[in-house]
Nanobody, 116 residues
Framework: QVQVVESGGGSVQAGGSLRLSCTAS??????MGWYRQAPGKQRELVAQ???????NYADSVKGRFTISRGNTRNSVYLQMNSLSPDDTAVYCC????????????WGRGTQVTVSS
């Protein structure tokens, strides 16, 4: 049974940084990504990374966020810098999707709150 578990959320002031971590059990070598959903807004892709290391980013986070994979290929990290209140959302890790498309496996999410 695939399990996706995130960690690393929290509260930070604008301009600060956070690093999110995600591990997917059982599956490896699949596209993994981070999605976020703010109150009253639709879920959106933040960043994703392929098994080969190719990445995609939402325009709103380019230059500020970096997604990377761990050595075991079933872990991904999201380094978030220069955070703004607009980045406040629940961030969910996803595994097994396609380019710009989420897959079946979701984590429960981790809250990121950025105060001004």
């Amino acid at each position: 049974q695939v399990q996706v578990v995130e960690s690393g959320g929290g509260s930070v002031q604008a301009g600060g940084s956070l690093r999110l971590s995600c591990t997917a059990s059982v599956i490896t070598h699949v596209i993994m990504g981070w999605y976020r959903q703010a109150p009253g807004k639709q879920r959106e892709l933040v960043a994703q990374i392929s098994p080969s290391g190719s990445t995609n980013y939402a325009d709103s986070v380019k230059g500020r966020f970096t997604i990377s994979r761990g050595n075991t290929r079933n872990s991904v990290y999201l380094q978030m810098n220069s955070l703004s209140p607009d980045d406040t959302a629940v961030y969910c890790c996803n595994a097994g999707g396609a380019v710009w498309t989420p897959g079946t496996y979701w984590g429960r999410g981790t809250q990121v709150t950025v105060s001004s």
